[in-house]
């Protein structure tokens, strides 16, 4: 994940290797990827979306969860950037 503030949406990419399976399973796994992320509230930014294998056989509502909590990971990420931005501003200010 980068943070882009120039950006209107997310741009989000998806890399999902053979190992994941044959392209119909692939397709189908990003399709359903796609459909999660969709429904979120994401910060904007440039993210690149992987997958286990073991993720195509999950249900749809697992996989949910797993990206729910992959995102919140992620809000964390940006929560933490800013407040080093904000901090880095004042030592530059005092400077």
Do not use: H
Request: hydrophobic content about 45%; aromatic content about 6%; proline content about 3%.
């Amino acid at each position: 994940m980068i943070i882009d503030q120039n950006l209107a949406q997310p741009a989000i990419a998806y890399a999902l290797g053979r190992r994941v399976g044959g392209a119909v399973e692939r397709n189908l796994l990003r399709r359903r990827l796609r459909e999660i992320l969709r429904t979120k509230s994401i910060t904007p930014g440039w993210y690149l979306v992987g997958a286990y294998p073991e993720a195509k056989n999950l249900k749809f509502y697992d996989l949910g969860l797993n990206v729910e909590s992959l995102l919140a990971k992620c809000a964390q990420k940006v929560a933490k950037t800013v407040k080093n931005a904000q901090i880095n501003q004042k030592m530059i200010e005092i400077s």
